[in-house]
DNA sequence: CCGACGTCCTGCTAGC
DNA sequence: TGCTAGCAGGACGTCG
């Protein structure tokens, strides 16, 4: 569910909402997570002041002032977001940190693919990565991009969606890039030429940075940390409008499974 | 090693 | 109108 655009989007509104305050208990809901909680951390974790609240890829960092770090993932169906006093809790409420102003920050997610989890530091957290994520979008050496997509024989959305290579991005904006870049996101990856491979990953840039000022899309569960939609999926030229006409050319939309994914595309205007 | 595919889970809806 | 198989924004393990 929410990619990268989503995620900075909840860091941005729960940054005010928690830098300087602290977390005064943890409650959870017997339900696991895709990881498992352990009881050691609620000791570390009660009584400390959130100092930032940060992003890497899909991950939603929570600094404390002990040095240690708070990560959650959002899965697909994640929402973490502050709630004033007495708001009542959702159904799928899995971890909730009662704050020092009576506000509480609430781990929601229906399909458990999300997690919320605790390391000492963040070189802790970094080697639990194990060289599992690449570079933000926007640090990515267009070398780098180019031996990514020559030294591998998928599909161009295959390499998009593959978080070693690049950090943060998912079903929907593979596709609005590739539609961007005016490129088929069923192509082998070694087949683009340089131009082009320059050309998709402007355009993942531009994609995402619309979609942050967006404030992220919204399909079904994603909002943001203060409860929100997002208004991007207003802009969707190609994701989940198969059989609508291209906004370019006219052309239907397809739809086909690709790496696993549905995948939407311009059969005129990606080639 | 690489790449394709299944799995984890619940809720919603497309399509019959 | 009502029902249900299949699909949903992600990550990771397994298998060939």
């Not at 990515?140 to 070693?164: F, H, S």
């Amino acid at each position: 569910m929410p990619e990268l655009p989503e995620v900075e989007t909840v860091v941005r509104d729960l940054r005010p909402l928690l830098v300087g305050r602290s977390l005064v208990g943890v409650r959870r809901s017997r339900k696991a997570l895709r990881r498992s909680w352990s009881r050691a951390w609620e000791a570390k974790l009660v009584g400390r002041r959130v100092e930032a609240v940060d992003r890497r890829g899909k991950w939603l960092l929570v600094g404390l002032d002990s040095g240690a770090l708070l990560i959650v993932h959002l899965g697909m169906t994640g929402r973490f977001t502050v709630v004033a006093p007495g708001v009542p809790a959702e159904d799928h409420t899995h971890v909730v940190f009662p704050l020092d102003n009576a506000h509480e920050l609430r781990f929601r997610d229906a399909r458990r693919f999300g997690s919320v989890t605790y390391f000492a530091d963040r070189p802790a957290w970094e080697a639990s990565l194990t060289g599992t994520l690449g570079p933000e979008p926007w640090d990515l050496e267009p070398e780098l991009w180019r031996a990514a997509l020559k030294g591998t024989r998928r599909a161009v959305k295959a390499v998009l969606l593959d978080q070693t290579v690049v950090a943060g991005v998912g079903n929907i904006y593979a596709d609005e890039s590739c539609f961007a870049a005016r490129i088929d996101p069923r192509r082998r990856a070694d087949s683009l030429r340089p131009a082009e491979a320059e050309r998709l990953l402007l355009a993942v840039r531009l994609v995402l940075t619309r979609a942050i000022e967006s404030r992220g899309s919204s399909i079904r569960d994603y909002v943001g940390g203060s409860g929100q939609r997002g208004e991007y999926q207003d802009e969707f030229a190609v994701y989940g409008r198969r059989g609508e006409p291209c906004p370019n050319c006219g052309k239907a939309i397809r739809s086909v499974r690709l790496a696993g994914r549905s995948t939407h595309y311009c059969p005129r205007c990606q080639k």
